[in-house]
């Protein structure tokens, strides 16, 4: 049975990152060829709830703030429990 991978969307070509682009990385496109895995794309930035596009956001102590000074922590919570 093939082994599930979770991947990050973004790194698959999925425009799912917060400026709406993607970040596609050529090793991890590569294992959509392997037949002894199968890839699970999640974002989880999307799943706790945030649009696409989204302003930045980036860690500050034990929250995370966006560049509007909005707290975000609670969506990225959300987002890390679904993924
Ligand atoms: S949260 Fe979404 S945009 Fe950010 S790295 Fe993960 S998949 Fe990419």
């Known amino acids: 049975m093939p082994e599930k991978i979770l991947v990050s969307a973004c ?14 990385n050529p090793r991890v496109k590569k294992l959509l060829e392997n037949p002894d ?3 699970i794309p999640v974002c989880p930035e999307q799943l ?3 649009s696409t596009p ?7 102590g034990d ?3 966006n560049q509007a000074g909005e707290d975000v922590t ?4 959300k987002g890390a429990e679904q993924a």
């Open 37 to 39: 895995v199968v890839l």
């Open 11 to 24: 790194l698959l070509g999925i425009g799912c990152r917060y400026d709406g682009k993607e970040k596609e």
């Open 48 to 50: 706790g709830g945030l």
């Open 54 to 60: 989204r302003t930045a956001s980036e860690r500050s």
């Open 63 to 65: 929250r995370v703030i």
């Open 74 to 77: 609670v969506q990225y919570q």
